[in-house]
């Protein structure tokens, strides 16, 4: 968290989202996530702790990786919800997917604690509960090698046992994933 890196594409309107992808070391240092958030001040911050963070064909160890989204035309809505187990997994991908209005629900990208959830029963949870139209995408937080404890950055509460997604709305987004 020396600094952030300056920014590619010149300077457009403000962030909506930013998604954050470092070690826990640098996410859990109070520095990191308010020079992230100094910088997008009304973005919502998103993102997880990993075991590798990518730049252009780079991969870094111990940084946060961060990419600021403006939309023109479509709404972004974040929400989270407590993970204490495993087997708490369904319910907590039922409970964020209920969070979310279904009305021009496009796209829910969601990122997961790595350690206490059940990823299968977590997408379960989500799709019995959006509408049929509506892609998931997402992922589990990793903790480099060491597999202590897993992170998630939900704007600017960093911290383990939490799921968090964005909702992406409207009528021009398009979103695919494989």
Partial sequence: AA???????????????????????????PAS???IRGRFPTAVLLGCSTAGEILDTR???????VTAV???ATRVAAAAVPIAVPAESY??????????????????????????????????????NLPAHT?????????????GETLIVYDDVVSSRM????GFYG??????CA
């Fill in 3 to 29: 600094g952030l890196q300056p920014e590619r594409g010149g300077a457009a309107a403000p962030a909506h989202l930013a998604f954050l992808f470092g070690s826990r070391a640098a996410l859990q240092n």
């Fill in 33 to 35: 996530i308010a020079s």
């Fill in 59 to 65: 991969v870094y160890d111990d940084t946060v990786s």
């Fill in 70 to 72: 403006h939309f023109d």
């Fill in 91 to 128: 319910a907590a991908g039922g409970a964020l997917a209920r969070s979310f209005s279904p009305d021009g629900l496009v796209h829910l990208f969601v990122l997961s604690d790595g350690l206490n959830v059940n990823g299968g029963e977590l997408v379960k949870g989500l799709t019995s």
């Fill in 135 to 147: 892609t998931v995408s997402g992922g589990l937080s990793g903790d480099g090698e060491a597999f």
């Fill in 163 to 166: 799921i968090a997604a964005a």
């Fill in 171 to 176: 009528d021009r987004i398009e979103v695919g």
